[in-house]
């Protein structure tokens, strides 16, 4: 059956960051099952690219900066107006500008990436909580990332806003409950643009460390995500899921 014949869930998605990459993944995922999604994206001609492939009356772009507060409720207010609903939010909007250590990092561009990968999150989160969730229920996925759970040199400021993200997932799960639940996934590194510069270039090289062979595809996070936003993980909150292909089993000895 195909995305355009799937008999529709009833439930709609905000994904952030949802033009390319994982986010995409993500919503297609969603789509594939049935749901209806509102995605965001900064670039409004690939936003239109992707709504166009996910199929128009399944998905609706909302273009804007993640960190702006304004975009933030005009996304909720589009899900609601198009929809009528916003059952699940996927905070993926992510930022990382600077590579190199993180005692050197200029303080400025430290509260960007905190701002787009925590911050804004926070504010998506209160948005869809007040809009819908509060009173008929929901899920929420935080992106995060392994570099937020282990020492990240190179990518020091954004695995801690990632561990920051982590948190937060915390913090909501405990208040959501038992209306909502609030889980986070952490992959490793993923083939998207975004993380282009850890493997482009030497891919076989980046993968060799992995067990499994390979490095991630937007599809595997897209199926975890499905999942912790889905009746079969009806009993789970507050948990960070880590999705690398086993990376972590190296640090065994």
Do not use: C
């Amino acid at each position: 059956m195909t995305t355009e014949e799937r008999e529709p869930t009833g439930k709609v998605a905000l994904v952030t960051g949802a033009s390319r990459g994982i986010g995409y993944g993500i919503a297609e995922a969603l789509v594939a099952r049935g749901d209806r999604v509102v995605i965001t994206g900064r670039n409004e001609d690939a936003l239109k690219e992707a709504v166009e492939k996910l199929g128009a009356g399944r998905a609706v772009g909302v273009p804007g900066k993640a960190h702006d507060e304004a975009h933030q409720a005009q996304a909720v207010e589009r899900a609601m107006e198009a929809f009528g609903r916003v059952d699940y939010l996927v905070n993926n909007a992510g930022t990382n500008p600077v590579f190199g250590p993180i005692a050197d990092v200029d303080l400025a561009v430290a509260r960007k990436v905190f701002e787009t990968n925590v911050v804004s999150a926070l504010g998506f989160a209160q948005q869809t909580w007040k809009a819908w969730q509060k009173d008929n229920g929901g899920a929420i996925v935080n992106i995060a990332s392994i570099a937020g759970v282990t020492a990240s040199p190179f990518v020091g400021v954004y695995g801690v806003s990632k561990a920051a993200m982590a948190n937060l997932t915390l913090q909501l799960a405990h208040e959501f409950a038992p209306v909502a639940r609030v889980n986070t996934i952490a992959p490793a590194v993923v083939k998207t643009k975004f993380a282009a510069a850890l493997y482009e270039g030497r891919e076989e090289e980046a993968a060799a460390s992995y067990p499994l062979g390979r490095l991630g595809v937007p599809e595997d996070i897209g199926g975890a995500a499905a999942f912790l936003l889905s009746d079969a993980a009806g009993w789970i909150t507050g948990q960070t899921l880590v999705v690398d292909g086993g990376l972590f089993l190296n640090a065994g000895v």
